[in-house]
């Protein structure tokens, strides 16, 4: 019992007041101490490679950290021949095949990653000896081998292919190419065509120009002994041949001398991704830089200015962000959000809200202080990497910085004020001087967001930044050709009337790979008007939506779910499933009207929009030449046609490409099975 009443009693101590005590006055934080980071020693080689070395036994690991520090190179018409170069260094040298390095690399469990600017690898101490050997032959005695070219090219190739219709990659691309303009490094992004005029001999020229000591750094982290490892570095990276490096210098970009309105047409797209931004100029480990950084974690951080509005006043969208990056060269600010079509003009106007408000009007204690300490933990999060401590020593040099820069960095933190952030906000926000991008469906919000440009112009891009006129994107087709008339010269290029009216039943099968997985597709057809797609992998349904003429359904027999559809759901589903709608539009309610000839994929098509009886939109582009169609637009996303087979006297597409929500879908047809008497009891619904 005496035990429990002194517990009681330790219980009620912080309640009992002792003295003249004001609860009303918060009691005053503490100073920021000065850290205790861990100190780094520094070595120059003859050859003039930098090297960093920081001792930390906690763990008995060793990692090593390499930076090319050339100045940025404009690629032009062979952009991506860095990150080319960069992968490259792994596959191959002059004693090695990529096989051996991947052996010994995961003989010793060890990691090696590299790029265009950096090898990182690691490994226990024990093994650092061997480390230092593979590191040292990928970096000076790289071999570029044919069929690994190739193979890293195709994947970039595909890589591209994946992302090109994501909002996130076209607004990236697009926002780097406003930012900075067409002659400067950081506004370029690899196409497939770029990537087509690399050849491995332009990597090996960019290797052996760039990748030399006297521009690199050398950062050592782990278990080791500054005596014992100097004569390791010499004895590996010491025969690295120092050259002179090809220097470049490029324009400073501008802020526009006005508000800019740019627009990426998405037709299918049901929300807008915006982006607001403009070149910065300023420096990494500048007094600004930190308060730069402050203040945009207020405005536009996790627990941020425009979260809130956004997300939590307005409900427009699930986040809204900005960043504000210092470089060397040139920095940049950026405010993105995704919004649904009819909130994209007034989610910009809120942007411009918060970037004035944060300009205008001193920010709360509670808020900067609230922001301060979540950087303060951030920071101090970090240092539980080993790593970090090479990353300050490597920045420390590179940008100059005063030795003790991130010992005393919580110091600075905790000296930043309210009139620091509001000196930034107005120093570095330029909202009169900023470039609005919007990868959306143009005919949903171009209006609603001219009325942001000063001149009431809307600039339109393609998806890969190419200007375009939109009142010129499409001409008028020639004189008596009708919306109707394309429909049967498309009736008359898959197989004609005839052969189309004898199918009674048709099975598809298709096939595509998502990340590694087999997928299959089946698509059911039965005259007039039933219905089955099913999708499933490794012989598991994973979906199915059935028509019986009546009713739809659409399951997902995994979870037990079926769903019954309804409204424009259920009405989309009738017409999906008539066999052959081509051949009688007008009998389904469905009107068409041909906009005119627009290019796609450098072939002209005539644009025919469909209206169905509720209104919904969909639009078919049909090639002029052949006749056939090669895309479909609608609320749904697009799907591309291609490398038509005839089976059975009738044409289908070999290959479609499905692009959903920002995700790119390729199917290949396998199997067509036409008149099998299909049962209905296929197409039940109950």
């Not at 230092?132 to 032959?137: E, G, H, Q, R």
């Not at 991704?273 to 203040?295: Q, Y």
């Amino acid at each position: 019992m005496k035990k429990l009443n002194i517990i009681i009693f330790g219980l009620l101590i912080p309640f009992l007041s002792f003295g003249q005590l004001d609860r009303s006055i918060r009691p005053k934080a503490a100073p920021a101490s000065e850290l205790k980071i861990g100190n780094y020693e520094s070595v120059v080689l003859a050859n003039g490679l930098k090297v960093f070395i920081v001792e930390n036994s906690k763990l008995p690991r060793i990692a090593l950290s390499f930076v090319f520090d050339y100045d940025p190179i404009l690629e032009n018409t062979l952009a991506g021949v860095s990150d080319l170069t960069g992968q490259l260094l792994k596959t191959g040298t002059s004693t090695r095949t990529k096989a051996q390095i991947d052996d010994e690399i995961d003989f010793i469990g060890a990691s090696i990653s590299t790029s265009a600017t950096s090898i990182n690898a690691s490994s226990l101490s024990k093994h650092k000896e061997k480390l230092f050997d593979i590191v040292s032959d990928i970096l000076i005695n790289a071999k570029f081998v044919d069929s690994e070219f190739e193979k890293a090219k195709n994947q970039m190739v595909s890589g591209l292919a994946a992302s090109k219709n994501s909002p996130e990659a076209i607004s990236a691309r697009l926002t780097k190419l406003l930012v900075y303009g067409k002659n400067h490094p950081y506004s370029e992004t690899p196409t497939e065509a770029t990537l087509g005029n690399i050849k491995i001999t332009d990597c090996e020229n960019l290797y052996k120009d760039y990748i030399r000591p006297n521009v690199s750094y050398l950062a050592i982290v782990g278990d080791v002994k500054k005596d014992e490892i100097i004569p390791m570095v010499e004895k590996y990276f010491g025969k690295w041949e120092k050259k002179d490096v090809p220097k470049h210098v490029y324009e400073t970009p501008k802020a526009p001398e006005k508000v800019t309105v740019s627009i990426v047409d998405r037709p299918s797209a049901v929300q807008s991704s915006i982006t607001v931004t403009f070149p910065v100029e300023l420096k990494p480990g500048t007094d600004d830089a930190l308060k730069a950084r402050v203040m945009n974690s207020i405005l536009g951080g996790g627990t941020s200015r425009l979260f809130d509005n956004l997300r939590e006043k307005h409900g427009f969208t699930y986040g809204a962000y900005s960043s504000l990056t210092p470089d060397k060269l040139i920095g940049d600010f950026s405010a993105t959000s995704d919004v649904r079509n009819s909130a994209t003009d007034s989610a910009i106007t809120e942007i411009f809200f918060e970037i004035n408000r944060i300009m205008n009007e001193p920010v709360s204690d509670k808020e900067i202080n609230l922001h301060k300490n979540e950087l303060a933990g951030s920071f101090a999060l970090s240092l539980e990497d080993p790593q970090t401590i090479a990353s300050f020593a490597l920045n420390i040099e590179r940008y100059k910085l005063d030795k003790d820069y991130y010992k005393n960095y919580l110091k600075r933190l905790e000296a930043m004020d309210i009139p620091n952030v509001q000196d930034a906000a107005k120093k570095f926000l330029k909202p009169q001087n900023a470039h609005i991008l919007v990868v959306g469906k143009a005919e949903a919000v171009a209006e609603r967001i001219k009325k942001f440009s000063p001149d009431a112009v809307i600039n339109y891009y393609d998806e890969e930044g190419k200007a375009y006129d939109p009142t010129k994107k499409i001409k008028q087709a020639p004189k008596g050709i009708t919306a109707e008339s394309v429909i049967e010269n498309y009736i008359t290029a898959i197989g004609g009337r005839k052969n189309l009216a004898k199918i009674k039943d048709i099975t598809k099968s298709y096939s595509t790979l998502m990340q590694g997985m087999l997928i299959e597709m089946k698509e059911c057809q039965k005259a007039p008007n039933k219905l089955l797609v099913e999708v499933g992998s490794g012989g598991m349904i994973l979906s199915k939506q059935i028509f019986d003429g009546t009713n739809g359904i659409s399951m997902v027999p995994m979870m037990g779910q079926t769903d019954t559809l309804k409204g424009k759901e259920l009405e989309s589903m009738k017409l999906q499933a008539v066999l052959n709608i081509e051949l009688d539009y007008a009998k389904y309610g469905i009107k068409l009207n041909l906009l005119g000839i627009e290019e796609i994929d450098g072939n002209e098509a005539y644009k025919v929009e469909s209206v169905s009886p509720d209104g919904s939109k969909s639009v078919d582009y049909f090639d002029v030449k052949s006749g056939l169609k090669v895309r479909s637009v609608d609320d749904n996303g697009q799907s591309n046609f291609s490398e038509y087979k005839e089976i059975n006297k009738i044409k289908y597409p070999g290959k479609i490409t499905q692009d959903m929500q920002g995700q790119t879908i390729k199917f290949d047809l396998k199997t067509v099975e036409v008149n099998k008497k299909l049962d209905d009891k296929l197409f039940t619904t109950k």
